[in-house]
């Protein structure tokens, strides 16, 4: 059973708070993002590993997607595919 939308000023106010929550993200990442470079470049091979830098990376890119999906909100461009459609997807 589908739900119904959202009002739109609580559209409005979803998407504003997932853009401030993937801002805050992004930038908590990407404070780590420079620590562990130079702590990689200042300490060689003994630093925290390779793995730990792509982690932080691919959180920046989910906080990024979390903004786009605000912005998405905000501006009502969601659009809900008809599953019924016989299209090829």
Not at 36 to 57: D, E, H, K, M, R
Not at 61 to 88: C, H, K, Q, Y
């Amino acid at each position: 059973m589908a739900t119904t939308p959202l009002p739109p000023a609580t559209n409005r106010l979803v998407g504003l708070l997932l853009m401030v929550s993937g801002g805050l993200l992004g930038f908590g990442l990407l404070l780590k993002l420079v620590v562990g470079t130079y702590s990689w470049y200042t300490n060689g091979i003994q630093a925290p590993s390779f793995l730990l830098l792509s982690v932080n990376l691919l959180g920046l890119l989910a906080s990024g997607l979390l903004m786009r999906w605000g912005l998405r909100m905000r501006r009502g461009t969601i659009v809900f595919r008809d599953p019924n459609a016989n299209e090829i997807l």
